[in-house]
């Protein structure tokens, strides 16, 4: 299975950007990147996805590197509701598309 | 819709007991996932589910853990007997078929086996 890899942990200031980074060096084609994050108690919840072409939302934006093999998610004004656990998973094809997901990045929101 | 339903939300059993987990998908969606939340292991895919069949249970951990999807909107994952290291939270999600849709998760049951 394709694998993700992410730093442990990260730390912000409040209000400003930030920017998640994950390496998928060994991704094909036809996988898509999601971004879940999951707050404290609660089920993961999606942010964002993308396929080749960088994406917008109103939660995020996925940079998505040329090669495929990284991808950045950025939170363009951090909040402390955006403490959470973040995870970047390939949505694989092996013929059911299940979602794997990996050990993800902590984010800490610093007031 | 009222997004993906799983009951009971906590469950407190005592070791060599059967436990039965339930989910109900949101309509439509035609793949259901359940996954194990422990704080050693992280997330863990145990199996999951494509128009009601079982695609791949290669997560479901040994024997007693067992999952059933007798239609559209609704699954179980039943535990017998239940152990102390089953202790988890489980997460049950959907989604529709394709790749680039989302997945959504419900909020959990939180099981303690002591």
Redesign the interface.
Known sequence: DAKTTQPNSMESNEEEPVHLPCNHSTISG???I?W?RQLPS?????VI?G?TSNVNNRMASLAIAEDRKSSTLILHRATLRDAAVY?CIL??????????????TRLFVKA | DAGVIQSPRHEVTEMGQEVTLRCKPISGHDYLFWYRQTMMRGLELLIYFNNNVPIDDSGMPEDRFSAKMPNASFSTLKIQPSEPRDSAVYFCASSRDRGHTEAFFGQGTRLTVV
Do not use: N
Request: proline letters at 4%; a negative charge; aromatic letters at 22%.
């Open positions: 036809t996988d898509y999601h879940y609660q089920g993961p919840e999606y996805h396929l995870y949505r694989v094809d092996t013929g059911g598309f299940k979602t794997i997901f990996g050990a993800g």
